[in-house]
Every structure is written in structure tokens, then in C-alpha cells.
């Protein structure tokens, strides 16, 4: 029998770290008339998020309604089973016969959209996280955070200048990519851009009546001509590759500097092109080039947004901005041609854009910053704004694309936070005796450098976000500490130590809770880990160098933190100090009610009730009944 439940669709709108207390802030202020009408007629709350609470684990918690102990993606970067070296949590990497990159995902439980696809509905997954390799499922998969770009990486982009000062050292640990242009007799400047397997592709540039002219490869004619700030279209690479034969990536230009005395150019990543890619992009194979013809080539990065150049320095904010909003309007297009183009009974579409900002803008609107400074208030103080007014925007044109069958949620991964302390925790399991660097410390006037550890000498090391592994004899290749009461001991002693570090400059307390792996992670924690995994007081933040399994030196324990990286969510905090968001409107959909109690792993067995489908036994999650209208 036909009914009404039948007819329904259900569009999410992913809006990656979203915070309930902004977006309260910013719906009172009436900065978000889309997103009030949605809430007008609909349910609205705080969203519980996973622990730790970072994006591959929460939005593969939403796709499975299950804990990361059941779908297996437990962090960004988490420690390799059985070896002292750190992996990636997403997916494993392996090496083909060409030299190339293979990579399987290491979640182990079905998605939503898979468990849709087995009775017979229609789903499209966009750019949501933890869905590279894409699965096969009847609709469309476009792969997510994890879709790396041509070389293998999150994305790599590039800073081409004449100024040799700006080259980086060779002894440097993190070398940056920086390409010093050399001239030649014709007043050319060269310099390559590296692709797959370090293959190379000359890039030759030169300068005419105020315009820079940038040639790639041995054409005879320049790819683009930018005058300074200006951006290049995607232009396409052919890389001779062995044993793959020509290889198509994209990048994109822009002239930041170009007068008598210094020429510099920024290259974006080097990505995948949408109807050729190199690396697994979407499922089907076709549904991205079919994308592609639909609205022209576009950014296929996991991450598009270069939040490591702005980080490192290789380009400035307002950069950085031209270029995240480029992709997320990208984004945007292909999310709407989807919606109004497509037959589906499921679409979910994923944007970083707060997260992104909120990441890399937090201290320019925050007198209590360690970064903030009046300049880059009035410069970038309203970007966090513009942020959420952007996304609101996305969601306005997304309601006048569906009809009255169609419920829509809204919802976000986890909140965000400010970062005003960075602390260093190998660095104070090494300062507790617990753990021993293999390398010299830096010297106290030198930069600090993140060093190798000892492992014969070190009984706990952390590695990712957080996550602290004891070095057990049988477990680990050289471990030291022994199974049963030994182990249990140290786990005790360095949870009461934890619970008892002092801020030297505050006295406040660094650590809110200790919480054992088996917690997390079930039984299977103490067959590989972690052991244990302290959750931070809001306004401290790990600092960078130590998530892969190093011990910085040349640093305090604690410390200000003066970071473009000012905001952020992973902490490790409790799930309910960054809580996510929860909105929904629709048939079914209850009116007025705030939400209440609602756990990010509830979403996807809601969805499933929503659409009349039964809840499999492997997703964890309850239907939010409290949120449904009466006659569901």
C-alpha cells in the first residue's frame, strides 16, 4: 500500500562543526532567516558528539548509527597495531605494482545509504567524511574528507617565488613547499610542479606588460595570463607516469606578488580531475565525471579549503578565503544539481565551511585570545559570521528546491570552541619519567623540534588526538611494561597525574577526565589500544608536533597559544562540552520541540523510521521518537 511515509525524502545538510551556542547567538540577532524557518516549524538542539569528538569519527558515527567501537574509524591519525609508527584512521594505505597508492577504508559496518540501497531506495552521499574509497550504492557516492589529492596527500599546494631567503632549509623537519624560480638568459623563470610518484612537469613563467604569464609543460602557449590577485581557471597537468601512461591533475593560480623586485605565485593542490581521477572519486565511477560535464571541472580534495598554507604561512587569509568560498560554491552547485536534477529518497551533503573558519578566524573576534590584535579584528573579526550566513544562504536555496514530502536536517559533528593554551602531553609524560626521547633536546634558544622516542626506555606515549598507549610487554615489538597488575597500576598512576596537572601560569587544571580505552573502544583497546585517553578543560588544545607518536622539546608544557589554529573542537574534550547541532523540519517531524538527549548516532535510525525502514541490529542509535509528529 502506498502511503505518505512512502513518499518522503529525507535531505541532510552536514554543516561540519557547527556550534548551538553561535547558531543561538546568530538566530536571535536575526542573522539566519533560513535556518529560523526551518526551525519555525520543526524541532531544534544540542546534538551529542562521539569522543574524541573529530569529524572522521562523528560523521562515520552518523552514516553507521554506531560507535567508533563497532564501525572501527577511531581518529585522523591513531597508532599502527603492533608497531611504533603512526597510521591513518580513515582507511589503510598499501602499494601497488606501479608504485601508487591503493587504499581501503577501515570502516567495518555498512552505511546508512548501503543499508537503504539493500531495500531498494536511492541515496547520494556528497563530500560527506570517512566516505573515501567510496561504496557502491544505488544513487552516487562523491567521495569526502580522505580523497587525497594527486600525490597522495590531504593537499599539498605550493608558494613559487624569486625570493631565495624564503626557500626552505634542507635540515628543516617539516620542509616547506616553497619552489625558488630560477631565471634564465631570456628572462624566463622556471620551476616544476611535482605529481604523482614525484614526476615533474616544467613550469615556466614570465613577465609582460604587467601580467604574469604562466606556460606548464612543453606547450607553446601560456596556460594563463593573471595580473596580480588574480586567479587562474583550473588548468589541467598531463604527468608522464610509468606504467600509467599520462595522468590528469588540476590546479589553480594566483599572482600574490609580482613587481621589479619579487615574483611570487601561489598553485593550489594538485588534484584529481573529476572525469579521470587517478584515486577512487566517486560510485559510480561516472557519476563525477557526469557531475563534471553538468557544471565544469571542480575542486575533488576531501578537505578543499588550504587550511595548512594559512597555517604554515605559504599564503594569507584573505587568500585562503578566495580560494575555501571557490570550492564551497562549487560545493554548493553540485549539491543543488543533485537535489533538483536527481531521483533519491536519501541525499546527505557535507560542508566544512564553519569548521574551516572556525579553525583559522576564532582569535581574530576574540579579545581573550593570545592571537586577537585590533588590525585583525577589523580585518577578518566578522568572518565567523559570515561563515554561518553563508551556510544559511546554502540552506535557504536548498528548502525552495524541495517539496512538502521532504523532511530536512540539519545538523553538525560537534561545536567549536577557542583554543588560548596549547599543551604538550609527551612532553609531559617524558617530564613524569614515563616516556624518553631518543634525540638531544632543543636547545632552550633554538626553534623546538619534535623528536623520536625511546621506546625501550618509554612505558606510555600518545599518538592522534589524545590517545595514550602504555608500551606492553607481548602487545608492543620492545615492550617493557607487564600485563595485569603492573599495567593496571600505571594506568592509575597516570590518570591521577593527569587529574592533578596545574596550569603553572593559571592553576587551573589542564585535565578534565581520564578515560580508559576499553571505555571508547571496547574490550579490543587492550589488544591494541589506546589505554588511555584524557579529556582537556575547554581553552586548552594539544599542541602540533606530537600527534604521531614524537615528544617536542624546546617548549613548555603549557603555553599560550599565539597560533593561526585558534579554534577548534577535538580537544580531546567530553562529547558534551562541544556539542553539535540538530535541526528538522517536515512531514513527520514533531513542531516546536527543543531537543533533548539526542546522540549523533541517533540520527540515522531517526532517518530510517522517517522513510518507513526498520533499524538494523548493528546500529546502536534509538529512533528519536520524542521528535516525531503524533501520527508517526
Known amino acids: ?133 567510496p561504496d557502491p550504492v544505488p544513487g552516487g557516492t562523491l567521495a569526502g574528507l580522505g580523497m587525497p589529492d594527486l600525490r597522495g596527500s590531504f593537499g599539498t599546494s605550493a608558494l613559487y617565488t624569486t625570493d631565495h631567503a624564503r626557500a626552505p632549509s634542507a635540515t628543516s623537519d617539516t620542509p616547506m613547499p616553497i619552489y625558488v624560480l630560477k631565471r634564465d638568459g631570456a628572462g624566463m623563470w622556471h620551476s616544476v610542479v611535482e605529481g604523482p610518484n614525484s614526476v615533474t612537469v616544467p613550469l615556466h613563467c614570465r613577465v609582460s606588460e604587467g601580467r604574469l604569464f604562466i606556460t606548464l609543460g612543453d606547450h607553446l602557449y601560456p596556460s594563463a595570463a593573471l595580473s596580480l590577485g588574480e586567479w587562474s581557471e583550473w588548468l589541467r597537468i598531463a604527468f608522464p607516469v610509468p606504467g600509467q601512461g599520462q595522468v590528469f591533475g588540476m590546479c589553480r593560480f594566483r599572482v600574490v606578488a609580482l613587481n621589479a623586485h619579487r615574483l611570487e605565485l601561489y598553485r593550489t593542490a594538485v588534484q584529481c580531475v573529476p572525469e579521470a581521477p587517478l584515486f577512487p572519486l566517486s560510485e559510480p565511477a561516472a557519476f563525477a565525471a557526469e557531475l563534471a560535464a553538468r557544471l565544469g571541472p571542480f575542486t575533488t580534495l576531501g578537505l578543499p579549503a588550504d587550511e595548512a598554507g594559512l597555517r604554515q604561512g605559504l599564503i594569507a587569509p584573505e587568500v585562503f578565503l578566495e580560494d575555501a568560498y571557490h570550492g564551497w560554491e562549487e560545493q554548493a552547485a553540485i549539491v543543488e544539481t543533485v537535489v533538483r536534477e536527481r531521483d533519491w529518497d536519501l541525499c546527505v551533503a557535507h560542508f566544512f565551511t564553519v569548521d574551516n573558519i572556525q579553525h583559522l578566524f576564532w582569535h581574530y573576534q576574540d579579545e581573550r585570545h593570545p592571537a586577537f590584535t585590533w588590525e585583525g579584528a577589523q580585518r577578518f573579526g566578522g568572518e565567523l559570521e559570515r561563515a554561518y550566513r553563508w551556510i544559511d544562504a546554502q540552506v535557504g536555496r536548498l528548502l525552495n528546491l524541495v517539496d512538502e514530502d521532504t523532511v530536512v536536517i540539519v545538523l553538525s559533528d560537534h561545536g567549536g570552541t577557542p583554543i588560548y593554551r596549547h599543551v604538550y602531553l609527551n612532553a609531559w609524560l617524558q617530564s ?104 582537556l578543560h575547554l581553552g586548552y588544545g594539544l599542541g602540533r608536533g606530537e600527534s604521531l607518536g614524537r615528544v617536542v622539546s624546546g617548549a613548555p608544557l603549557v ?74
Request: proline share 10%; with cysteine; aromatic share 6%.
Open 1 to 133: 500500500m502506498y502511503t505518505e511515509v512512502n513518499r518522503r525524502k529525507v535531505l541532510v545538510i552536514g554543516v561540519d562543526g557547527a556550534d548551538p551556542l553561535i547558531l543561538k547567538r546568530l538566530l536571535r540577532a536575526g542573522d539566519l532567516p533560513h535556518l529560523a524557518r526551518l526551525i519555525s516549524t520543526g524541532v531544534f538542539g544540542p546534538l551529542e558528539t562521539t569522543f574524541p569528538p573529530v569529524s572522521p569519527v562523528a560523521w562515520s558515527s552518523f552514516l553507521t548509527g554506531a560507535r567508533a567501537a563497532v564501525h572501527g574509524i577511531r581518529d585522523f591519525v591513531t597508532k599502527a597495531r603492533g608497531m611504533y609508527r603512526p597510521t591513518i584512521g580513515l582507511f589503510s594505505v598499501s602499494t601497488g605494482a606501479d608504485g601508487l597508492p591503493l587504499y581501503s577504508s577501515r570502516r567495518q559496518v555498512p552505511t546508512l545509504a548501503q543499508v537503504l540501497g539493500e531495500r531498494g531506495r536511492t541515496s547520494f552521499l556528497l563530500r560527506v567524511p570517512g566516505t573515501f574509497p
Open 432 to 535: 613524569r619519567g614515563y616516556l624518553q626521547a631518543a634525540d638531544p633536546p632543543a636547545p632552550p634558544t633554538g626553534p623546538r623540534k619534535g623528536s623520536r622516542v625511546a621506546w625501550e626506555h618509554t612505558r606510555a606515549c600518545m599518538f592522534g588526538t589524545g590517545g595514550i598507549w602504555l608500551n606492553v610487554r607481548g602487545r608492543e615489538p620492545r615492550g617493557i611494561v607487564t600485563p595485569g597488575p603492573e599495567y593496571e597500576a600505571l594506568r592509575q598512576r597516570i590518570s591521577e597525574e593527569l587529574l592533578a596537572w596545574r596550569d603553572p601560569e593559571t592553576g587551573q587544571p589542564v585535565v578534565k577526565a581520564v578515560v580508559r580505552g576499553e571505555e571508547v573502544y571496547g574490550e579490543s583497546a587492550r589488544e591494541e589500544g589506546p589505554d588511555l585517553i584524557p579529556a
Open 559 to 632: 603555553e599560550a597559544n599565539r597560533s593561526q589554529w585558534s579554534g577548534g573542537h577535538e580537544g580531546p574534550y567530553l562529547p558534551g562540552d562541544v556539542p553539535g547541532v540538530l535541526l528538522a523540519a517536515g512531514p513527520g517531524i514533531a513542531q516546536g520541540v527543543e531537543v533533548e538527549g539526542a546522540r549523533i548516532i541517533d540520527v540515522a535510525p531517526t532517518i530510517l523510521h522517517l522513510l518507513g525502514e526498520s533499524v538494523p541490529p548493528i546500529m546502536e542509535g534509538r529512533v528519536l521518537t520524542r521528535l516525531l509528529a503524533g501520527d508517526e
